[in-house]
């Protein structure tokens, strides 16, 4: 079973940087595999922000183009989401989710969160923006 661990969160002001971590820490998702940031603020529904694949292909969310860039590790089984220019709207519990054998597009993995559709989640790591 492949367990992933998000780190990085905290209580940073505006325009500040943060670096989130997403360890896989059990389990293999084989060579083929999305990994994806979400974030969710309580109420709303979760929101893809970003997603990488195994081939590297990446796409962001509109909301954080320009400011956020994902990356991968993958001798470390490791993502990563560098959180540059911070808003008070980005202050979301961020998560990370990853799942096998899918079009790592934002649209599909958005899609594969509403139907409960990612295999794997992390539990999640709080990112707090103050002005």
């Known amino acids: 079973q492949v367990q992933l661990e998000e780190s990085g969160g905290g209580s940073v002001q505006s325009g500040g940087s943060l670096r989130l971590s997403c360890v896989v820490t059990?389990?293999?998702?084989?060579?083929?595999?999305?990994m994806a940031w979400f974030r969710q603020v309580l109420g709303q529904q979760r929101e893809a922000v970003a997603a990488?694949?195994?081939?590297?292909?990446?796409s962001y969310a509109d909301s954080v183009k320009g400011r956020f860039t994902v990356s991968q590790d993958k001798a470390k089984v490791s993502m990563y989401l560098q959180m540059n220019s911070l808003k008070l709207e980005d202050t979301a519990m961020y998560y990370c989710a990853a799942a096998t054998g899918i079009f790592c597009s934002l649209t599909t993995v958005q899609a594969l969160a509403v139907g409960g559709g990612m295999d794997y989640w992390g539990k999640g790591t709080q990112v707090t923006i103050s002005s």
């Open positions: 059990s389990g293999s998702m084989g060579s083929h595999y999305c």
């Open positions: 990488i694949d195994d081939g590297e292909m990446i």
